[in-house]
């Protein structure tokens, strides 16, 4: 995070739900954290942390670990 308390482009994490972005956390532990709680709920459905620095996508799968 800047020095200024606002989040850069290419900081942070998107949490997406099929595809869709549906929360942002600037701190990864936050991020599984937020993914874990929305695959309890959405147990069928894709859910996905991507890395906005680096682009990479890692999925939550149903036991909490990730593939």
Do not use: C, P, W
Request: net charge neutral.
């Amino acid at each position: 995070m800047a020095k200024n308390g606002i989040i850069q482009e290419n900081e942070g994490f998107f949490v997406l739900v099929n595809g869709v972005q549906r929360t942002f956390r600037d701190e990864k532990s936050h991020a599984y954290d937020a993914a874990r709680l929305l695959k309890q709920k959405h147990k069928t459905d894709i859910v996905e942390i991507e890395d906005r620095s680096t682009g990479a996508k890692v999925m939550m799968m149903e036991d909490g670990r990730t593939a």
